[in-house]
């Protein structure tokens, strides 16, 4: 880990903290010195992280459920920063899409999120902060990707919203390119390999992005006290070409 960020004597909640950028960014907050709370729906795995850094708990945080927000809240007690990762991919021709689909994905990136502030805010710490993910489809249109890239250009608006409506708690995004987080290891070798290949093309960089890329960005975003409703893009500078 690079970046400099302190975060000793701070409760941070990671929601789909579990698996892949959420888990690795749970162990970045551990290792800069947080307390870590690992919030998913599956709590086995949360639980199993949680065993594994040394001073992190578990809770079971289903973001669709606002029961489970509710409960998960009064379970973690006063955070400092909370990091939400859940996404629904409906990544089908706008001729297949499917209002079902439509609403998922909406609810993870947008409703969930609204409805975690609602009932965080009252509990986060002075100099705290909400970041929340984005993507970097929103800004390059592609089929079939019109639902993904709607609901992730939709975060840039609601953490400005929220910017203001929740001061001084401070709410960002971070808006990802391809990242080989592990999101992507079912593809296959050789589908994979093509995947990151063909991402590495397509930026300047001229790379792929690496867990690291993200942490770094999240950490720094936590400690960044003057810096709020902002979207930083982590993606190799893929949405300028």
């Given at each position: 880990?690079?970046?400099?960020?302190?975060?000793?004597?701070?409760?941070?909640l990671?929601?789909?903290?579990?698996?892949?950028?959420?888990a690795?960014?749970s162990?970045?907050?551990?290792?800069a010195?947080?307390?870590v709370?690992v919030?998913?729906r599956?709590?086995?795995?949360?639980?199993?992280?949680?065993t594994?850094?040394?001073?992190?708990?578990?809770?079971?945080l289903?973001?669709?459920?606002e029961a489970s927000?509710?409960?998960?809240?009064?379970?973690?007690?006063?955070?400092?920063?909370?990091?939400v990762?859940?996404?629904a991919?409906?990544?089908?021709?706008?001729?297949?899409?499917?209002?079902?689909g439509?609403?998922?994905?909406?609810?993870?990136?947008?409703?969930?999120?609204?409805?975690?502030?609602?009932?965080?805010?009252?509990?986060?710490?002075?100099g705290?902060?909400?970041?929340?993910?984005?993507g970097?489809?929103?800004?390059?249109p592609?089929a079939?990707?019109?639902?993904?890239?709607?609901?992730?250009?939709?975060?840039?608006?609601?953490?400005?919203h929220?910017?203001?409506?929740?001061?001084?708690?401070?709410?960002?995004?971070?808006?990802?390119?391809?990242?080989?987080?592990?999101?992507?290891?079912?593809?296959?070798?050789?589908?994979?390999?093509?995947?990151l290949?063909?991402?590495?093309?397509?930026?300047?960089?001229a790379?792929?992005?690496?867990?690291?890329?993200?942490?770094?960005a999240?950490l720094?975003?936590?400690?960044?006290?003057?810096?709020t409703?902002?979207?930083?893009?982590?993606?190799?500078?893929?949405?300028?070409?």
């Amino acid at each position: 880990m690079t970046t400099h960020t302190s975060l000793n004597g701070t409760r941070v909640l990671v929601v789909g903290g579990a698996r892949n950028l959420g888990a690795a960014i749970s162990r970045a907050a551990a290792d800069a010195g947080a307390h870590v709370v690992v919030g998913a729906r599956d709590l086995d795995r949360a639980q199993a992280l949680a065993t594994q850094l040394p001073d992190a708990q578990a809770v079971h945080l289903d973001i669709t459920d606002e029961a489970s927000i509710v409960a998960a809240v009064a379970a973690t007690g006063p955070l400092d920063h909370v990091v939400v990762l859940p996404t629904a991919h409906h990544n089908v021709p706008v001729t297949a899409v499917q209002r079902d689909g439509v609403l998922a994905a909406l609810e993870a990136k947008v409703v969930g999120p609204l409805l975690l502030a609602k009932h965080l805010a009252p509990v986060m710490g002075e100099g705290g902060s909400l970041t929340l993910f984005s993507g970097v489809t929103a800004w390059r249109p592609a089929a079939p990707y019109t639902v993904m890239g709607v609901t992730n250009g939709a975060v840039q608006f609601l953490a400005a919203h929220l910017a203001v409506e929740l001061a001084p708690l401070r709410v960002n995004a971070v808006s990802p390119g391809i990242i080989d987080s592990g999101a992507w290891d079912g593809l296959g070798d050789d589908a994979k390999h093509a995947l990151l290949t063909g991402a590495a093309a397509a930026n300047p960089v001229a790379r792929a992005g690496r867990p690291q890329d993200v942490t770094d960005a999240v950490l720094w975003l936590m400690g960044a006290g003057f810096v709020t409703g902002e979207t930083l893009h982590v993606e190799g500078g893929a949405r300028l070409v």
